[in-house]
């Protein structure tokens, strides 16, 4: 019982270290790698949806909150 409650907190301090960059570029290359499953066709498509950077990422989200306000 220790034993799992003292995983558990190691995984959420482990969690909680990772900054919203790593994790979105995590997400990203997950993608990516998903996409050459895909038939040949669609591969290139897939690639191009799943290739913004963080830092483009942020401009779009930012000036997509701007225009809400």
């Keep these: 019982m220790m034993a799992r409650i003292a995983l558990y907190c190691s995984l959420c301090l482990l969690l909680a ?40 990422y942020l401009r779009e989200k930012r000036a997509i909150e701007a225009q809400s306000q």
């Design 17 to 56: 270290g990772c900054s919203n960059r790593q994790i979105y570029e995590s997400v990203q290359a997950d993608q990516r790698r998903k996409c050459q499953l895909l038939p040949e066709t669609q591969i290139e498509e897939c690639l191009q949806r799943h290739s913004q950077t963080y830092r483009e």
